[in-house]
């Protein structure tokens, strides 16, 4: 395929877009770790209010 006319550009089109799916996918996994973050706090505080009552 390197023969192919255009054939760097398409590699280059496709590795701009494998960077943007794999910025993407840091994106999700940064929110998520956060999300995870904050469900334990929630079980720590409701542990906490269980203990009390």
Same mark, same amino acid.
């Given at each position: $395929? +390197?023969n192919?006319?255009?054939? $760097?550009? #398409?590699? +280059?089109? $496709?590795?701009?877009?494998?960077? @943007?799916? @794999?910025? @993407?996918? /840091?994106?999700?996994? /940064?929110i #998520? ?12 505080? %409701? $542990?906490? %209010? /269980? /203990?009390? +009552?």
């Open positions: $395929s +390197a192919v006319p255009g054939s $760097s550009n #398409m590699a +280059a089109g $496709s590795n701009r877009r494998l960077q @943007q799916t @794999q910025h @993407q996918v /840091d994106e999700v996994v /940064d #998520m770790r956060v999300n995870v973050d904050k469900v334990l706090e929630r079980d720590q505080k %409701l $542990s906490e %209010l /269980d /203990d009390r +009552a």
